[in-house]
């Protein structure tokens, strides 16, 4: 498979300073137009639940790309990816194959190969003719650090930039 580092290839393009997000980041700011950023994992399912509701509210003419590092990260969120996909084109799940999910029609898992540097990303991409988003964050800790997994630290960025969230699919597709 194909080298790539979404949080590489995106980060840079991303205007302004990193923000350290705290606890109780508030969902106006999660939801920023563009926002760099360094914080815990309950931000970032915040940051990606409140991505994810737009999808979940109606149905969209949308490709979705998500990376949960392992797949078994997404179980606890399975049922709500079958949601999505009831009223998406279609979602593609990239992770380390840890874990045997219910199949959909419209969802495809990409298994990511031992190493691979996504692994170390947890991202989330819907391309849609209006409202593009994405949000990708680097993994700093790695699995294993912490007894609770939620402390995990991350640094990453969130923008709805069409420039940016194409080249994101672009690069995305030429892995699947």
């Known amino acids: ?76 969120i399975w ?10 084109d279609q979602i593609y799940v990239f992770g380390e194959n840890d874990a045997n999910l219910k199949a959909h029609p419209n969802i495809d898992l990409v298994y990511l190969p031992p190493k691979h540097e996504l692994i170390r990303e947890w991202f989330l991409v819907i391309d849609k003719p209006i409202g593009k988003s994405m949000m990708v964050a680097y993994d700093l800790d790695g699995f294993g650090k912490y007894e609770n997994e939620k402390d995990r630290n991350f640094k990453g960025a969130k923008t709805h930039a069409p420039k940016s969230v194409s080249k994101a699919v672009n690069l995305l597709e030429a892995l699947i």
């Open 79 to 88: 049922d709500r990816y079958h949601q999505m996909a009831n009223n998406a």
């Open 1 to 76: 498979m194909k080298k790539l580092s979404l949080y590489n290839e995106i980060f840079g393009e991303i205007k302004g300073s990193t923000e350290k997000l705290g606890a109780k980041a508030s969902e106006n700011k999660l939801s920023s137009f563009s926002l760099k950023f360094e914080t815990k994992i309950p931000n970032l399912e915040k940051m990606c639940y409140i991505m994810e509701k737009v999808i979940l509210n109606k149905g969209e003419d949308a490709k979705i790309y998500a990376g949960f590092q392992k797949l078994s990260r997404a179980e606890a």
